[in-house]
């Protein structure tokens, strides 16, 4: 649904990412491994809009996406939840949460997405009015996600969702993630938590100082022995 092929970003002429190719399949969760500044969160920004590629292209569905703005990215169907997920602090759960729906045509679809987001996150619906400040990382991390999803978008791109967070946390975003995907909702999925990606991945790639060096389904990489020594410890 989604490809990526030949990107090639940079910040000020020092290259970030080198000839990124990588497909997102329908039904599929795809991670990226990376260590710090491999290139990950260029790449979903690329992809996402907020970043010009000095060259290469990205087709959704088919369709060249290469220079449409964010907000253009997000109408066509692709949502980035950041790293260190960008809520309004003052503004309340519920207005944090529509502002995900803010570009939507289909108004009268929005309350039923509110209700589904809120049967993925008990949590937020008790606190609907309090402002987004006053949650915990685990709870404002499933409202980055909830906001995301009140966009009603076909592809979401999870940038490092799971740092920082309690184990117990950590499972509940794992649950939805695997949730959202059964929805039919694509999921890409951007972690340094290798256990984390490749257990959830339908596919997996591994980046290294801005390239993809490896690919395979999550269980071919945890097999991998490079994988194994670089990113899993073992
Ligand atoms: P992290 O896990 O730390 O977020 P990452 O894999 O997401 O790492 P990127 O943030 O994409 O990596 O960074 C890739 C490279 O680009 C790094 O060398 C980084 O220093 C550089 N870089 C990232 N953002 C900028 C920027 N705004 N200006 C200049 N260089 C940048």
Do not use: W
């Not at 260029?42 to 569905?61: C, E, N, Q, W, Y």
């Not at 369709?63 to 997920?85: F, S």
């Amino acid at each position: 649904m989604l490809s990526v092929d030949g990107l090639c970003v940079s910040y000020h002429g020092v290259p970030a990412l080198l000839d990124v190719s990588l497909e997102i399949e329908r039904g599929a969760i795809t991670t990226i491994v990376g260590s710090n500044g491999a290139g990950k969160t260029t790449l979903m920004k690329a992809i996402a809009g907020l970043l010009v590629p000095d060259r290469g292209s990205v087709h959704l569905f088919g369709q060249d996406v290469g220079g449409r703005t964010p907000a253009e990215m997000v109408q066509a169907g692709v949502t980035l939840v950041p790293e260190g997920r960008r809520l309004f602090g003052q503004m309340s759960v519920r207005d944090n949460l529509m502002t995900g729906a803010y570009s939507r045509d289909d108004r009268s679809a929005i309350p039923a997405d509110f209700e589904t987001v809120l049967g993925h996150f008990p949590a937020l619906r008790d606190r609907l009015n309090a402002p987004a400040s006053d949650l915990s990382g685990g709870q404002q991390q499933m409202l980055a996600v909830g906001r995301a999803l009140m966009a009603s978008p076909r592809l979401v791109l999870l940038d490092e969702p799971t740092i920082g967070l309690a184990p117990a946390v950590v499972n509940t975003i794992c649950d939805i993630i695997e949730t959202i995907s059964r929805n039919g909702v694509e999921v890409l999925l951007v972690e340094q938590n290798a256990h984390i990606a490749l257990e959830l991945a339908t596919r997996a790639y591994v980046m290294e100082n801005g390239r993809i060096v490896l690919s395979g389904s999550g269980k071919e990489l945890e097999h991998n022995d490079q994988v194994r020594e670089a990113y899993l410890g073992l």
